[in-house]
Nanobody, 119 residues
């Protein structure tokens, strides 16, 4: 069974950037679609972006134009490059296997990585 582990979170000022990593073990090749999700305190977990093995992508309207999802199969890693960060981007970010490019997580959730954006 493939395990996904998130990393790369931290504290950043508004307008700054961060790159999150989602590493698949032992291999990402068996996963067609990977999604990045986030959950702020007291709120539900929502899809941020997703990418297929062919490179098709989908973004939540709130992050479109600011976040970029990418995939490096050689490194078994899916990245989420976040730019022009806003305080409302503060959340715990998770990655998961998806059924498709929509909000369709199918795997178990990891511990996530915390992103805090200060104003």
């Amino acid at each position: 069974q493939v395990q996904l582990v998130e990393s790369g979170g931290g504290l950043v000022q508004a307008g700054g950037s961060l790159r999150l990593s989602c590493v698949a073990s032992p291999s990402i090749f068996s996963i067609n679609t990977v999604g990045w999700y986030r959950q702020a305190p007291g709120k539900q977990r929502d899809l941020v972006a997703a990418i297929t093995s062919a490179g098709y992508t989908n973004y939540a309207p709130s992050v479109k134009g600011r976040f970029t999802i990418s995939r490096d199969n050689a490194k078994n890693t899916v990245y989420l490059q976040m730019s022009s960060l806003k305080p409302e981007d503060t959340a715990t970010y998770y990655c998961n296997r998806n059924l498709n490019l929509g909000d369709t997580p199918v795997g178990s959730w990891g511990q996530g990585t915390q992103v805090t954006v200060s104003s």
